[in-house]
């Protein structure tokens, strides 16, 4: 299925908005049936374009949030005060409305449930998105392969999926998370408020030995600063891979 | 502006040209002679089109412009372009 996925050239296709979930204050999860659709590799994106009356047309880049489905995939979209599209996609768009995406695309940040080897995933902000996708497809797929998810998020209210991710961090489940607030901190926890450090990356059994394949994704300066820590603890660069997004072209 | 994404933003416009995934090719940097996946790439979005950078040296790798029916690539700065054929 994955490699059906990313056979043939990208065209542009028409979904239909099933469900929208809010998430938090400004990010939403847009459910969407798409025809033909064959699934996905946990980790890969889609292109969505809008096109005004007048024509004028305008796409931007929004990572898969869901586990490789048929027919079906979720999309969580966080809304940009000064956006173009995410707030047409947060404030507008309604279940039954087309839209009108091509996808999957990106093979390299993507995580195969094949692959046995523990998974280190950094994410800053929304940008854990795609690594929730990778966390659901292990899910789904039955892998026993360890994850462990570093979350640095602004303040609990700005955190995505929380119900879940507690849930899916639960002792026995394989999955460990562990949340990095760099504003504020959730009330009576017993958490320090800063950066990501190199004490939270370094957890134990998580070291460069154990070579875990490791996913970064959220903003520049937070990939940049994830990928470099790493790097100076002693993971292969070679096995990190990261996803920026930026004021532009990326996921906006 | 010196801001850079990856790799990954070129999928979407290689793959409207390319019938196999860009990111994960291994190109072959003209310049320094480093392989590396496109994924791996230092990808400017603030010129006309996508342009590429090696992470290793820096130069030029790859650009690629569009514009209605119609797509522009540079590939001058790859001396070689590995791609993964699906489904062997």
Known sequence: MARAAVLGRLTWQVGTVAVVREE?????????????WSGHTAGQHVDVRLTAQDGYSTQRSYSIASA???????????????G?????????????????????????????????????????GSGV??????????????????????????????????AELAQRGHAGE??????VYTRSAPAGARVRVGRLNPVVLA???????????????GPTGFVEAAASLLVRAGHDPGVIKTERFGPSGGQA | MNTHLDGNVLAGALGEVFAVDITTAVAQCASCGTSQAMGQAL???????????????????????RSPGRTWLDMRGVRCLELHVPGE
């Open chain 1, 203 to 217: 957890a134990p059994g998580w070291t460069p030995e154990a070579a875990p394949a490791v996913f970064i994704c």
């Open chain 2, 43 to 65: 990808v400017y979005t603030d010129a006309p089109g996508l342009v590429a950078r090696c992470r290793t040296c820096g130069e030029v790798v790859l650009r690629v412009t």
């Open chain 1, 174 to 179: 394989g999955v460990e998370v562990s949340w």
């Open chain 1, 68 to 82: 490789p489905a048929p027919g079906r995939l979720e999309l969580t979209v966080q809304r940009l005060e000064d």
């Open chain 1, 24 to 36: 938090t204050a400004t990010a939403r999860t847009i459910v969407l049936d798409v025809p033909g």
């Open chain 1, 84 to 124: 173009e599209v995410s707030p047409y996609l947060t404030d507008v768009l309604k279940p039954g409305f087309p839209l009108e995406l091509r996808g999957p695309i990106g093979g390299w940040f993507a995580w195969d449930p094949a692959a046995a080897g523990p998974v280190l995933l950094v994410a800053g």
């Open chain 1, 129 to 162: 998105v795609p690594l929730m996708s990778m966390i659901r497809a292990r899910a789904a797929a039955g892998s026993h392969a360890p994850f462990r998810l570093v979350y640095s998020v602004r303040s609990p209210d700005t955190a995505l999926y929380p």
